[in-house]
C-alpha cells in the first residue's frame, strides 16, 4: 500500500475512492480522478484484491492504492462499489454502516434480502444510496425521456458477443436489468405478469432470454437479451399515443416519430424528429450525479428502492425461465 498524500477538497470532506477496479471499475477511477482534477472533490484511490489491477490503475490516475476495501473504510465520505455482484452487499453495507456514501453497480444485489440489508444500512446511517443504472444516463435517454408520454409496447433488444466478464451472474442479471429498471421507470405501473424463455448456451448460466413483461396499466415490453451474438445491439424502439420512438443506447441516437400537425395526408405529414443530445460520457454524468446529492444533501436520482425494484423484476424473470425450462425439458 502507498502513503495516502493529502489533497485539499473545496467540498469539505468529500473524499472519494473506488473499490473493484476491472473492466468497468477503471472507468469510475478515471472520472473520479478528473473531477478531482478539476477542483470539485479529493480522489484518494482504488481498491481491488487483485493487487497489479489496483497498482495499474492507480498509476494511470495517480493515486494511491489498496488491495483490502476495509483500509478505507474510515478514510473515505462517498465509494463507488464496482466489484462482482456477490460482494456488493458486504461491502455497500460495511461502508454505510460507517456513514460512507455508496453508488453501487447494478444489480444493486444479488437477492432480494441482500438488497433490504444494504437499504436498512442506508436508512439506519443516513449516508447516501445509489445504484448504477447507466443507461439512464445514456445521452439519448436523457434527451427523450422529457418526451415519453404513455409508453404502451415496447420492443428491446440488448445483444452483445460473448463477454469475458460477469459470468458470475447470467444475462437477466448481467445485462436484461438495464432494460428492466428502463422500463419500469418509463411506464410507472405495477407489472402484473412475467412470462420468459432463457437458455444456457455458452456458460453454465441463462446467456440468451426473452421476457415479456406486462403492466396494470396495459402496457406491454418485449425484451430479448443475449450475450451470445455476433454484434452488439442496444436499441427500444416504443409506441406511445400518436408517436413511434427508436432509442439506440450504442449510437446515441433517439428519434420520435409523430404526424405532423396539420398534415392533410398521414403519408404526407409524417415527421421524424431526430433528438439533439448533449454528448457527454454517461458514467460521468451518474458520477457526477451521485456526488451532487451528496453535495446537495438530495436524494440521488436512481434509488436503492429503483434498484431493488430492477432486482426484484429480474428475479422474477429468472423465475419464469426456470419454470419454462422445467415444462421443455422435464427430468
Ligand atoms: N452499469 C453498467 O453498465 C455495468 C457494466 C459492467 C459491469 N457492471 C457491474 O459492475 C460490477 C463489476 O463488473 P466488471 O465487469 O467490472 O467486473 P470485473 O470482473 O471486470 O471487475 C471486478 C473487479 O473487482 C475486483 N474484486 C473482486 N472482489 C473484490 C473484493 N472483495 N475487493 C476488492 N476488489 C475485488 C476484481 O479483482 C476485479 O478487478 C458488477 O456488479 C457488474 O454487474 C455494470
Sequence with gaps: MEEITSRQSPIPNLRTAVIGVGSLGQHHARNYAE??????????GVCDSNEENARTIAGKNNCDYFTDWRELLDKVTAVSIVTPTETHCEIACAFLEKGVNVL???????????????IEAAETSGAKLMVGHLERFNPA???????????????????SPFPNRSLDVDVVLDVMIHDLDAIQWLV?????????VGIPVISDKVDAANARIEFENGAVANITASRI??????????YQTNSYVVLDYATKFASVTSLAPNAIHPLLGININRLEINDVEPLRAEI??????ISQDKTPPITAHDGRRALD????????????AKKVFPK
Design 188 to 196: 410507472d405501473s405495477k407489472v402484473s405478469e412475467i412470462r420468459a
Design 313 to 324: 423484476l429480474a428475479l422474477g424473470v429468472l423465475e419464469k425461465i426456470d419454470e419454462h
Design 288 to 293: 457526477e450525479a451521485f456526488l451532487d446529492s
Design 104 to 118: 453501487v453497480e447494478k444489480p444493486i444485489a444479488r437477492t432480494l434480502a441482500e438488497a433490504d440489508l444494504i
Design 229 to 238: 451474438g455476433t454484434e452488439k445491439i442496444r436499441k427500444t424502439r416504443f
Design 141 to 159: 435517454m436523457v434527451a427523450l425521456r422529457p418526451q415519453v408520454t404513455k409508453p404502451l409496447y415496447f420492443e428491446i433488444h440488448r445483444v
Design 35 to 44: 473531477i478531482a482534477h478539476a477542483g470539485n472533490s479529493e480522489f484518494l
